[in-house]
């Protein structure tokens, strides 16, 4: 099944009106006490699992310094992240310790030769099987830090899905993602899309949708990619927590 702006009109009367929760201004991120967990060691790169309610980066206000950079330089003062996860989202993060390293790693993701997969926790139960969800995505600018479907300004978008399981004690869908492009949002924007926003999302979901869940349920659960010194193609693994 592909889905395009066909079936736009079906998920715009599935959900409730409402941008985001609210949001304090400036924003300040709650204590995270879980810990970074390493996964992969060597002298090129680290494998680490993010935990969920932490930035990968740290925020420029001075109360939003705790980030898994922040921790990360501690102990590899040489570390550079490669790629972000967003604050909710928990999973796997490579890290590059050295410069070369970080360059070898960036071009494979320019040229789209890594592939991520991601386990998440949709709201109401999904007709089929798997799926594409091909719908381009721009920046909201109005509503900051919203992004939106756009056919006009935005950027190509393709997630494939694929349904893990149909709760039964709950309205939900555990379904396995493997975004094909790397937009902002992406996940959080397609399901929501196609009327089946990830539970807990605060910027998408509707209130049914984000009061079902403690957090954000979505997590990065593997990645692949060439090691940029022995060729070898390595797949790391995170598994889902929920």
Do not use: W
């Amino acid at each position: 099944m592909k889905i395009n702006s066909m079936v736009l009109a079906h998920s715009l009367l599935a959900r409730t009106i409402r941008l985001m929760q609210p949001q304090a201004d400036p924003f300040i991120v709650p204590v995270c006490h879980d810990e970074l967990e390493l996964l992969y060691q060597d002298e090129s790169l680290l494998l680490i699992n993010k935990p969920a309610s932490l930035l990968t980066l740290s925020g420029q206000h001075p109360l939003n310094q705790d980030s898994v950079h922040f921790r990360l330089i501690k102990d590899f003062p040489t570390a550079t992240m490669l790629h972000r996860l967003d604050f909710g989202t928990s999973g796997i993060l490579i890290v590059a310790l050295k410069k070369d390293i970080n360059a070898h790693i960036g071009k494979q993701f320019q040229q789209t030769k890594i592939t991520k997969t991601y386990t998440a926790m949709l709201h109401g139960h999904l007709t089929e099987d798997e799926g594409c969800i091909d719908l381009p995505i721009a920046k909201d600018k109005p509503n900051f830090p919203l992004a939106k479907i756009c056919h006009v300004t935005g950027k190509n978008a393709v997630t494939q899905y694929q349904v893990i399981e149909r709760l039964t004690d709950s309205f939900a869908t555990r379904v396995q993602f493997s975004p094909i492009t790397g937009r902002t949002h992406q996940l959080r924007i397609h399901s929501n899309a196609i009327g089946h926003p990830i539970l807990g999302c605060d910027l998408y979901a509707t209130d049914v949708a984000f009061f079902m869940a403690p957090r954000l349920m979505l997590h990065a659960t593997s990645i692949e990619f060439d090691h940029p010194v022995t060729g070898e193609r390595i797949k790391g693994v995170s598994p889902c927590p929920f």
